[in-house]
T-cell receptor, first 114, second 112 residues
Framework: AQSVTQLDSHVSVSEGTPVLLRCNYS??????LFWYVQHPNKGLQLLLK??????LVKGINGFEAEFKKSETSFHLTKPSAHMSDAAEYFC????????????FGGGTRVLVKP | NAGVTQTPKFRVLKTGQSMTLLCAQD?????MYWYRQDPGMGLRLIHY???????AKGEVPDGYNVSRLKKQNFLLGLESAAPSQTSVYFC???????????FGAGSRLTVL
Protein backbone atom coordinates (compact mmCIF):
# COMPACT_ATOMS: atom_id res chain seq x y z
CA ALA A 1 0.00 0.00 0.00
CA GLN A 2 1.09 3.57 -0.54
CA SER A 3 0.12 6.83 1.08
CA VAL A 4 1.12 10.46 1.08
CA THR A 5 0.74 13.12 3.75
CA GLN A 6 1.05 16.82 3.21
CA LEU A 7 1.93 18.21 6.58
CA ASP A 8 0.41 21.67 6.13
CA SER A 9 -3.06 22.35 4.79
CA HIS A 10 -2.31 26.09 4.48
CA VAL A 11 0.94 28.04 4.09
CA SER A 12 1.17 31.81 4.10
CA VAL A 13 4.30 33.60 2.86
CA SER A 14 5.29 37.12 1.93
CA GLU A 15 6.26 37.87 -1.64
CA GLY A 16 10.00 37.46 -2.11
CA THR A 17 10.45 35.04 0.81
CA PRO A 18 11.11 31.29 0.54
CA VAL A 19 8.34 28.73 0.22
CA LEU A 20 8.47 25.26 1.79
CA LEU A 21 5.71 22.70 1.26
CA ARG A 22 6.19 19.45 3.13
CA CYS A 23 5.30 16.00 1.87
CA ASN A 24 5.93 12.60 3.43
CA TYR A 25 5.15 9.34 1.70
CA SER A 26 4.85 5.67 2.49
CA UNK A 27 5.45 2.94 -0.07
CA UNK A 28 6.43 -0.72 -0.07
CA UNK A 29 8.27 -0.29 -3.37
CA UNK A 30 10.41 2.34 -5.02
CA UNK A 31 8.04 5.21 -5.68
CA UNK A 32 7.69 7.88 -8.29
CA LEU A 33 6.74 11.20 -6.76
CA PHE A 34 5.14 14.27 -8.24
CA TRP A 35 4.07 17.76 -7.35
CA TYR A 36 1.08 19.23 -9.11
CA VAL A 37 -0.20 22.80 -8.86
CA GLN A 38 -3.81 23.89 -9.18
CA HIS A 39 -4.60 27.54 -9.73
CA PRO A 40 -8.10 28.75 -8.88
CA ASN A 41 -10.77 27.21 -11.10
CA LYS A 42 -8.19 25.37 -13.16
CA GLY A 43 -7.13 21.77 -13.61
CA LEU A 44 -3.94 20.33 -12.12
CA GLN A 45 -0.63 21.03 -13.82
CA LEU A 46 2.56 19.04 -13.32
CA LEU A 47 5.28 21.03 -11.52
CA LEU A 48 7.95 18.35 -11.31
CA LYS A 49 8.51 14.63 -10.90
CA UNK A 50 10.99 12.22 -9.34
CA UNK A 51 11.43 8.83 -11.01
CA UNK A 52 14.61 7.35 -9.41
CA UNK A 53 17.16 9.47 -11.22
CA UNK A 54 18.64 12.59 -9.55
CA UNK A 55 17.28 13.13 -6.05
CA LEU A 56 17.12 16.91 -6.50
CA VAL A 57 14.49 17.66 -9.08
CA LYS A 58 13.95 21.01 -10.72
CA GLY A 59 10.53 21.98 -12.02
CA ILE A 60 8.78 24.84 -13.67
CA ASN A 61 8.50 28.36 -12.26
CA GLY A 62 11.59 28.04 -10.07
CA PHE A 63 10.33 25.20 -7.89
CA GLU A 64 12.44 22.25 -6.88
CA ALA A 65 12.03 19.21 -4.66
CA GLU A 66 14.42 16.80 -3.01
CA PHE A 67 13.76 13.11 -2.62
CA LYS A 68 15.08 11.86 0.73
CA LYS A 69 14.60 8.13 1.07
CA SER A 70 15.86 8.00 4.66
CA GLU A 71 13.22 10.54 5.69
CA THR A 72 10.55 9.33 3.22
CA SER A 73 10.08 12.95 2.22
CA PHE A 74 9.69 14.93 -0.97
CA HIS A 75 9.44 18.55 0.12
CA LEU A 76 8.83 21.31 -2.41
CA THR A 77 10.73 24.59 -2.20
CA LYS A 78 11.12 27.88 -3.99
CA PRO A 79 13.67 30.50 -2.94
CA SER A 80 11.48 33.53 -3.59
CA ALA A 81 7.69 33.49 -3.73
CA HIS A 82 5.79 35.39 -6.38
CA MET A 83 2.17 36.48 -6.24
CA SER A 84 1.41 34.07 -9.09
CA ASP A 85 2.45 31.15 -6.84
CA ALA A 86 -0.79 31.49 -4.88
CA ALA A 87 -2.48 28.16 -5.60
CA GLU A 88 -3.09 24.72 -4.18
CA TYR A 89 -0.29 22.17 -4.38
CA PHE A 90 -0.63 18.40 -4.37
CA CYS A 91 2.01 15.81 -3.64
CA UNK A 92 1.37 12.52 -5.44
CA UNK A 93 2.95 9.07 -5.14
CA UNK A 94 2.74 6.22 -7.61
CA UNK A 95 4.35 2.80 -7.73
CA UNK A 96 4.88 0.83 -10.93
CA UNK A 97 4.54 -2.45 -9.07
CA UNK A 98 1.06 -1.34 -7.99
CA UNK A 99 -0.08 -0.68 -11.53
CA UNK A 100 0.90 2.99 -11.43
CA UNK A 101 -2.03 3.83 -9.19
CA UNK A 102 -1.72 7.47 -8.14
CA UNK A 103 -2.32 8.47 -4.52
CA PHE A 104 -2.86 12.16 -3.80
CA GLY A 105 -2.07 14.10 -0.67
CA GLY A 106 -4.73 16.34 0.82
CA GLY A 107 -3.27 19.48 -0.72
CA THR A 108 -1.56 22.61 0.62
CA ARG A 109 -3.08 25.96 -0.14
CA VAL A 110 -0.48 28.71 -0.52
CA LEU A 111 -1.28 32.33 0.16
CA VAL A 112 1.22 34.96 -0.95
CA LYS A 113 1.05 38.32 0.78
CA PRO A 114 2.35 41.45 -0.94
CA ASN B 1 -4.31 20.74 -29.43
CA ALA B 2 -7.03 20.96 -26.77
CA GLY B 3 -5.69 18.23 -24.43
CA VAL B 4 -8.46 17.12 -22.07
CA THR B 5 -11.85 18.80 -22.34
CA GLN B 6 -14.66 18.39 -19.81
CA THR B 7 -18.29 19.33 -20.31
CA PRO B 8 -20.23 20.83 -18.69
CA LYS B 9 -18.09 23.10 -16.50
CA PHE B 10 -20.91 23.77 -14.04
CA ARG B 11 -24.16 22.04 -13.24
CA VAL B 12 -26.78 22.21 -10.53
CA LEU B 13 -28.98 19.18 -9.96
CA LYS B 14 -31.81 18.28 -7.65
CA THR B 15 -31.59 15.13 -5.56
CA GLY B 16 -32.60 12.14 -7.63
CA GLN B 17 -31.86 13.66 -11.03
CA SER B 18 -29.44 12.03 -13.42
CA MET B 19 -26.69 13.50 -15.52
CA THR B 20 -23.59 12.64 -17.53
CA LEU B 21 -20.22 14.34 -17.52
CA LEU B 22 -18.23 14.04 -20.72
CA CYS B 23 -14.45 13.89 -20.96
CA ALA B 24 -12.74 14.07 -24.33
CA GLN B 25 -9.01 13.83 -25.04
CA ASP B 26 -7.23 14.30 -28.34
CA UNK B 27 -3.82 12.85 -27.39
CA UNK B 28 -4.58 9.23 -28.25
CA UNK B 29 -4.08 8.28 -24.60
CA UNK B 30 -4.92 4.76 -23.50
CA UNK B 31 -5.69 5.49 -19.86
CA MET B 32 -8.45 7.77 -18.64
CA TYR B 33 -9.56 8.60 -15.10
CA TRP B 34 -12.36 10.32 -13.22
CA TYR B 35 -11.54 11.92 -9.87
CA ARG B 36 -13.54 13.94 -7.42
CA GLN B 37 -12.00 16.72 -5.39
CA ASP B 38 -13.31 17.65 -1.97
CA PRO B 39 -11.75 20.13 0.48
CA GLY B 40 -8.87 18.66 2.48
CA MET B 41 -9.15 15.26 0.80
CA GLY B 42 -7.08 15.71 -2.30
CA LEU B 43 -8.33 13.86 -5.36
CA ARG B 44 -10.03 10.50 -5.02
CA LEU B 45 -10.33 8.09 -7.90
CA ILE B 46 -13.89 7.19 -8.89
CA HIS B 47 -13.42 5.00 -11.96
CA TYR B 48 -10.78 4.53 -14.58
CA UNK B 49 -10.23 2.90 -17.96
CA UNK B 50 -7.13 1.26 -19.39
CA UNK B 51 -8.44 1.26 -22.95
CA UNK B 52 -11.45 1.47 -25.21
CA UNK B 53 -14.27 -0.75 -24.01
CA UNK B 54 -12.79 -1.28 -20.52
CA UNK B 55 -13.60 0.29 -17.17
CA ALA B 56 -12.65 -0.40 -13.56
CA LYS B 57 -13.60 0.84 -10.10
CA GLY B 58 -11.46 3.22 -8.13
CA GLU B 59 -11.60 4.20 -4.46
CA VAL B 60 -15.07 5.76 -4.41
CA PRO B 61 -17.16 4.21 -7.22
CA ASP B 62 -20.55 3.98 -5.47
CA GLY B 63 -23.29 6.04 -7.11
CA TYR B 64 -21.37 6.48 -10.37
CA ASN B 65 -21.16 4.61 -13.65
CA VAL B 66 -18.78 5.07 -16.55
CA SER B 67 -18.41 4.10 -20.19
CA ARG B 68 -15.54 4.17 -22.65
CA LEU B 69 -17.16 3.34 -26.00
CA LYS B 70 -14.61 5.39 -27.91
CA LYS B 71 -10.94 5.75 -27.06
CA GLN B 72 -11.11 9.51 -26.91
CA ASN B 73 -14.18 9.76 -24.67
CA PHE B 74 -14.81 8.74 -21.06
CA LEU B 75 -18.29 9.39 -19.66
CA LEU B 76 -19.18 9.64 -15.99
CA GLY B 77 -22.83 9.13 -15.10
CA LEU B 78 -24.84 9.79 -11.98
CA GLU B 79 -28.09 7.84 -12.12
CA SER B 80 -29.70 9.35 -9.03
CA ALA B 81 -27.76 12.33 -7.70
CA ALA B 82 -27.32 12.82 -3.97
CA PRO B 83 -26.07 15.89 -2.03
CA SER B 84 -22.95 13.88 -1.08
CA GLN B 85 -21.99 13.97 -4.74
CA THR B 86 -21.59 17.74 -4.66
CA SER B 87 -17.97 18.11 -5.67
CA VAL B 88 -15.56 19.17 -8.37
CA TYR B 89 -14.91 16.39 -10.86
CA PHE B 90 -11.71 16.07 -12.81
CA CYS B 91 -10.96 13.91 -15.78
CA UNK B 92 -7.38 12.95 -16.59
CA UNK B 93 -5.57 10.85 -19.15
CA UNK B 94 -2.13 9.42 -19.83
CA UNK B 95 -0.34 7.40 -22.44
CA UNK B 96 0.46 3.74 -21.83
CA UNK B 97 4.18 4.33 -21.28
CA UNK B 98 3.84 7.37 -19.06
CA UNK B 99 2.87 8.01 -15.46
CA UNK B 100 2.19 11.74 -15.78
CA UNK B 101 -1.45 12.73 -16.03
CA UNK B 102 -2.97 15.48 -18.16
CA PHE B 103 -5.98 16.98 -16.42
CA GLY B 104 -9.10 18.69 -17.64
CA ALA B 105 -10.21 22.01 -16.13
CA GLY B 106 -12.85 20.42 -13.92
CA SER B 107 -16.64 20.24 -13.67
CA ARG B 108 -18.31 21.73 -10.61
CA LEU B 109 -21.45 19.83 -9.66
CA THR B 110 -23.89 20.93 -6.98
CA VAL B 111 -26.69 18.63 -5.85
CA LEU B 112 -29.47 20.33 -3.89
Amino acid sequence: AQSVTQLDSHVSVSEGTPVLLRCNYSSSYSPSLFWYVQHPNKGLQLLLKYTSAATLVKGINGFEAEFKKSETSFHLTKPSAHMSDAAEYFCVVTVKAAGNKLTFGGGTRVLVKP
Amino acid sequence: NAGVTQTPKFRVLKTGQSMTLLCAQDMNHEYMYWYRQDPGMGLRLIHYSVGEGTTAKGEVPDGYNVSRLKKQNFLLGLESAAPSQTSVYFCASRGSGANVLTFGAGSRLTVL
